[in-house]
């Protein structure tokens, strides 16, 4: 059976939980073509998402003639479905705050995808994130194209449900895929209960690379790692207002901020500000054994978010016997226990944060230890990506079934 996995941009530097997704699901026996709406080719450092680049289709790629070309073919091929397609577009992009002509542009990627499907025999699209992806699957179906699910991730989806449509893809999707249960309680929320049934917590999970990995011994130095985009929802600032605290008090430590975003002159004029220069340091974007790496020379993880679904990296450093600081957000605390194999704070308290902090790295090595074994155990049950592409893949083959 062929299927198609359909996201917004892929491969993505902070996507790689997808790459490894569709992966696992090739390794069970299912032919997956990739296809991303638009490229982010130059930012690319990994070297298999490069591979991954070299096997997708970018469908801004064919251009705005391409776009009119295809739209102009499917009005005139398929009239009452391409109505019935429009219909649906103004009714998605009138109270959206993309609004109608971007919709427009998204019946016209539907319109290409469908050719697309047509051509490589796709029975079923999976789209990652309930935004724009998962409307252009949408409305592909509309026009006569393959069924679709979707996975989605959280916070934009349950901040912008309503603006989104969320409940209109659910109510035409075959099923909707959470990545927690705090993610499906919230979709619980946004669609009539009689679409309960099509929801199912399928979890992002982590490979080989990071569940056998050889055991490196928690090191002795001061040094914490914080793994992310450098956005306003991952605690930044605020993490550096804990670490200003430490420094105050005379804590040695190292902090290293691997990523990059937005955020990024912010956080480097707060740096300055608050004199942290020899405490903080930040990577950029680093490939996947890069991030290993980064995590291996940590005693800890830390990851201060106000807003999240469940954050991959928490994941990764579990896998890596690392324990973890974090926020009671969304699906997190379903991970991350405190005591057990990390810290939790209230979000948004850098007091807390900064005694969560001084905890890891004062604790004793055993101590830290213990904590990351239970942790590795932990996403070995309920994060292994293997096991969770199979129950994917029975999704997938129930919905092509029916």
Known sequence: MNIAYLVNQYPKVSHSFIRREVLAVETCGMKVARFSIRSCESELVD??????????????????????????????????????????????????ERGIILHLAYLAEACILLNWFSEQGIAHVHAHFGTNSTTVAMLCRVLGGPTYSFTVHGPEEFDKATLLSLEEKIKRSTFVAAVSSFGKSQLFRWCDRSFWS?????????????????????????????????????????????AHLLAVEGLDFQLVFVGDGPLRADIEKQIAQLNLQKHIEITGWASSDEVRQQLLASRAMVLPSFAEGLPVVIM??????RP???????????????????????????????????????????????????????????????????????????????
Not at 74 to 84: Q, Y
Not at 332 to 340: F, K, R, S
Not at 350 to 368: C, H, S, V
């Open 47 to 96: 070297s298999t998402d490069k591979l991954e680049q070299e096997l997708t289709k970018v469908i801004l790629g064919m251009g705005i003639q391409g776009l009119g070309a295809s739209l102009l073919r499917v009005a005139l091929t398929k009239p009452v479905r391409f109505l019935e397609a429009l219909r649906l577009t103004f009714k998605v992009g009138w109270y959206s």
């Open 198 to 242: 099509k929801i199912h917590v399928i979890h992002c999970g982590v490979d080989a690379a990071f569940l056998v990995h050889p055991h490196v011994p928690i090191p002795p130095a001061p040094r914490l790692v914080c793994i992310g985009r450098l956005s306003e929802q991952k605690g930044h600032l605020l993490l550096l207002e804990a």
């Open 316 to 321: 990764e450093a579990l896998a890596l016997n």
């Open 324 to 402: 973890v600081i974090s926020t009671y957000v969304a699906g997190i605390p379903e991970l991350v226990e405190p005591g057990v194999c990390g810290w939790l704070v209230p979000p948004g308290s850098a007091e807390t944060l900064a005694i969560a902090m001084r905890a890891a790295l004062e604790a004793p090595l055993e101590k830290l230890e213990e904590m990351g074994k239970a942790g590795a155990e932990r996403v070995a049950k309920q994060h292994n990506v293997a096991l969770e592409a199979k129950k994917l893949v029975a999704l997938f083959e129930k919905a092509v079934e029916t």
